[in-house]
């Protein structure tokens, strides 16, 4: 399309619209609104305005014509005026009012006039549109006029029929633009045109006017919000904007005190409509609304788009701000709804939650108001009396919303939180809330089943492992893991605001009174000393110190010397031991137990011979919550930890070494904690700086292994996880390791073998140039051709048969004839005796564990047998490098090897066959 010139002299415009405009009047059809449209699109629109009366005189002849008219004209005409009052102002109320009333004529049934006539959409949308025009194009303050009395018949059908279209229309577009159009009627559009401001006296006016109204439009607008999901997020976004605009129009406190009543006018049956907002009229409205209210509010906190909350946020700051003196009843319902926003997962959500809380406190609406305080703390007492029960009965939807809730009270009572927990009835419903909500689910059998990774010659891979696992805990009421989290910030929170000694002895007596509580109270008691240090805690509203590291290292070295006591670390973890006298240990060691427990029954049917499966593993549950809170004490007090490391780190380094998988897992990640929060660069760091005492308890409970059956362990990880500079240390400790194998090795061979694992283990790690030396000689490239070598092993094996028959003596002979062994060359260098070098301290060591390992290849135990095999592997690895030390250990180990390899289980068999092809390097 060419672009037209812009006509701006009314003159000539007239004349160009003048033949149009008669020819409209005389045949209203849709083909003559076009071209009318299409000559006013020509106009400027100073010469649309002077023409605007005229223009508009045949587009409403048209729509009053009597007699049936079709849907496609009256669109026509409507979309013809909309564009006309979007390009002009209207400054006659008459013009106003005339429009006005015949649009309403267009929506409404003639029938029933109360309802929408049965038209086509586009029809209802564009005379919604066009309404919306109009008022917008209404100049000063005639608008005004519509909100007169006189007016308000038709201002009530509009109304009406606004509501109809937005509650059963099914086109949203349809709905979203009545809604739209509803709030224009307020005169609080929120479109980006510029609006006439009105002045108080002005919006008390409104107030009064829409009181008559105020009951049908909050009823229309709430069933709206409460209706189908499906309806979509921008339909119930603008009818909860809507709803909210209105209440505060009219029930404002500040100007409801201005309102005086104004003597009585006769006005006829139209003063029928006018209401009266006295104080019994406001106090009997604020009632029915917090109905409607909640019903609203169950509906939309909840709601899965962001949006719908978002505007539950600014219709509780809009009510709580302007209308808490007249709505009291809805104060609860509207600060439940706010504090539960407080952690929503939407950050825009957060953040406007948390700007309409601070301004709220800086209007003294929270803090020196102590009726909202009141209300905070009952609904926070009510909240936890019904948490037990709403986590059992809820989905995981409505749980996530409580939990929000909960948290969100915390965090806007804030420093008061304090002054909350020194009241008993509330710290006892709190804490027993928690204590129901944490409880776990300990019936998954895979729990105890899974058993740690004895391969340790490969220690680092392995330690990259169980670095790379994460424990996830499961739950008897919840399986959302948000859920999880949600409960750590809430009991953080607490921590952070709540008196520190106090919650800290609460949940101890708690983790005292009942093994059914003992998880739960040290999973809220780790969370307590993290939030009380701050650790990853969001706060909304009332900053407070950090408590002092002087209280905080009190509380945790209570702490952690009850977690770490004999009672409550050597639990019962697995029914089958590993061999017959390791059993018999930990036998020894749970007596003890049993002996000094306060929970001596309990204990006494712990240590039985056939613990449950649930049992163990709450046990193995509790042992790693146990780790972790001491992995989060480490974080929390920082350096100030290193001074705990003397009672606290010989226990975490006994649990890395356990059977159990999870345990050992939960040590490991106590044992980063600990690095982290300390200083220290790594595990190796963490144990070289501190192995001095260490191994001075290490040495100890050697002496006493009857009553300290875990000690092996300790080594065995402490050799795991450092360097050869941790060798002289352990040189002695060895030594004695050694010799208590030899008095008694029926009975700890297999508890000792784990160690002898582990040290040969890291002698191949600490020691890589030696034991792989001999093997880059015999490949330059330092790869071994694996066919080679089988073949040449088999062709000797055959050979060496073929001889031992007899079938090959001659031969032998021959070839032992032809090649005479040479003369050992003189050595002109050599003066005196010869003396044999000193041995380093891992060859001496490797080889005494060799022939250690010799007397325990025929033991009845396949499980020692195997675990003798692998560490002979690694000793004769470790003394390749020493041919004169390995080949007389060799010649002695060959007899029982010979036997494992004739006459074992397959697994044995395999195992030394992998030994002797370790000898043939």
């Not at 005492?693 to 402490?718: A, C, F, G, K």
Request: glycine share 4%.
């Amino acid at each position: 399309m060419l672009n037209m010139a812009v006509i701006d002299d009314p003159r000539e415009a007239f004349g160009s619209l003048r033949p149009v405009c008669v020819l409209l009047t005389r045949e209203p059809t849709v083909h003559n609104v076009e071209r009318l449209r299409t000559q006013l699109q020509g106009l400027s629109d100073s010469a649309l305005q002077q023409l605007q009366e005229y223009i508009l005189f045949p587009l409403r002849f048209a729509l009053k014509t009597p007699g049936p008219k079709k849907d496609s004209q009256v669109l026509a005409v409507v979309e013809c005026v909309a564009y006309v009052l979007t390009s002009t102002c209207v400054q006659s109320w008459e013009l106003l009012r005339d429009l006005f009333s015949e649009l309403c004529v267009c929506l409404c049934s003639p029938s029933n006039p109360g309802k929408p006539a049965p038209v086509s959409e586009e029809l209802k949308t564009a005379v919604v549109q066009a309404l919306d025009a109009l008022l917008h194009a209404a100049y000063g303050d005639i608008v005004l006029h519509l909100y007169e009395p006189p007016m308000m018949p038709a201002l009530g059908l509009a109304i009406s029929l606004l509501l109809e279209l937005g509650e059963h229309e099914k086109s949203r577009k349809l709905q979203t633009a009545a809604l739209k159009c509803l709030q224009v009627f307020l005169l609080q559009c929120d479109c980006s045109q510029l609006h006439r401001s009105m002045n108080e006296e002005e919006e008390r006016m409104l107030g009064r006017t829409f009181a008559s109204f105020l009951p049908g439009i909050t009823q229309g607008l709430s069933r709206v919000v409460t209706g189908d999901v499906k309806q979509g997020h921008a339909v119930t976004v603008s009818a909860m904007r809507v709803w909210f605009k209105t209440v505060v129009l009219v029930m404002d406190e500040k100007q409801l005190s201005k309102d005086k009543e104004k003597p009585v006018v006769e006005l006829g049956r139209v003063g029928e409509l006018m209401v009266q907002r006295t104080k019994e009229w406001v106090k009997d409205t604020g009632g029915k609304l917090a109905v409607l209210l909640k019903k609203m509010l169950a509906c939309s906190s909840g709601h899965r788009h962001w949006k719908v909350r978002m505007e539950v946020v600014e219709l509780s700051s809009h009510l709580l701000s302007r209308c808490h003196g007249t709505l009291v009843d809805s104060i609860s319902p509207l600060l439940e709804a706010l504090v539960g926003l407080v952690n929503d997962e939407s950050l825009e959500v957060r953040s406007r939650c948390d700007e309409v809380l601070k301004s709220m406190a800086e209007q003294n609406l929270i803090g020196g108001n102590q009726a909202f305080i009141d209300i905070l703390s009952e609904n926070l007492h009510s909240l936890t009396t019904s948490l037990p029960r709403l986590m059992r009965s809820a989905d995981d939807q409505d749980k996530l919303s409580t939990l929000n809730l909960f948290l969100g009270y915390l965090k806007i009572l804030g420093p008061r939180v304090s002054a909350v927990l020194n009241s008993a009835a509330h710290l006892q419903r709190i804490s027993k809330a928690l204590m129901q909500v944490l409880e776990m689910d300990v019936t998954d059998v895979r729990i105890v089943e899974e058993r740690r990774f004895h391969n340790e010659a490969r220690g680092e891979q392995h330690t990259e492992l169980l670095e790379r696992a994460t424990q996830k805990k499961y739950f008897r009421y919840f399986t959302d893991e948000r859920i999880f989290a949600l409960l750590r910030q809430l009991c953080r929170v607490l921590g952070y605001y709540g008196d520190l000694y106090l919650l800290v002895d609460h949940f101890m007596d708690l983790y005292r009174e009942s093994v059914v509580y003992r998880k739960q109270a040290a999973l809220v008691l780790n969370e307590l000393i993290a939030g009380a240090a701050g650790m990853n805690l969001e706060t909304s509203v009332g900053q407070k110190d950090l408590v002092s590291q002087e209280n905080l290292k009190a509380a945790v070295t209570s702490v952690t010397e009850e977690y770490t006591s004999l009672v409550n670390w050597h639990l019962v973890t697995t029914s089958v031991e590993s061999e017959q006298g390791d059993s018999t240990a930990f036998s020894q060691s749970r007596l003890l137990s049993i002996t000094t427990s306060a929970n001596t029954d309990y204990l006494k049917s712990s240590a039985g011979l056939n613990p449950t499966i649930g049992l163990m593993n709450s046990n193995i549950w509790q042992i790693c919550i146990q780790l972790e809170g001491i992995g989060c004490f480490a974080l929390a007090l920082g350096p100030q930890f290193r001074l705990l490391l003397i009672t606290a780190l010989y226990p975490v380094l006994e649990k890395a070494g356990d059977e159990t998988l999870l345990i050992s897992q939960a040590a490991l990640g106590a044992m980063r904690d600990i690095c982290k929060g300390c200083g220290y660069n790594s595990l190796k760091d963490l144990i070289n700086q501190n192995s001095d005492y260490l191994v001075n308890d290490i040495s100890l409970n050697l002496q006493r292994l009857s009553q300290h059956p875990h000690t092996p362990r300790v080594l065995s990880v402490m050799i795991s996880n450092s360097d050869a500079s941790l060798l002289p240390l352990v040189v002695d400790i060895i030594q004695d390791v050694l010799m208590a194998l030899d008095h008694c090795y029926d009975e700890r061979a297999p508890v000792f073998c784990v160690v002898l694992h582990s040290l040969i283990g890291a002698f191949v790690r600490w020691f890589p140039a030696e034991t792989s030396s001999r093997n880059e000689c015999r490949n330059p490239d330092g790869e071994r051709d694996l066919p080679e070598e089988m073949t040449r092993f088999l062709l000797d094996y055959h050979r060496q048969r073929q001889v031992a028959e007899g079938n090959a003596a001659e031969e032998a002979e021959l070839e032992d004839t032809e090649m005479p062994p040479p003369a050992p060359e003189p050595d002109d260098s050599e003066e005196g005796p010869a003396v044999k070098p000193e041995l380093p301290p891992h060859i001496s060591i490797a080889k005494e564990v060799m022939e250690r390992c010799i007397h325990l290849l025929s033991d009845k135990s396949l499980r020692l047998r195997l675990k003798v095999l692998d560490v002979l592997e690694l000793c004769v690895t470790v003394l390749q490098s020493h041919e004169n030390e390995l080949l007389p250990m060799a010649h002695r180990a060959w007899p029982p090897l010979v036997q494992r390899l004739t006459n074992d289980d397959p697994l044995a068999v395999l195992r030394a066959f992998k030994v002797h092809w370790v000898y043939s390097w």
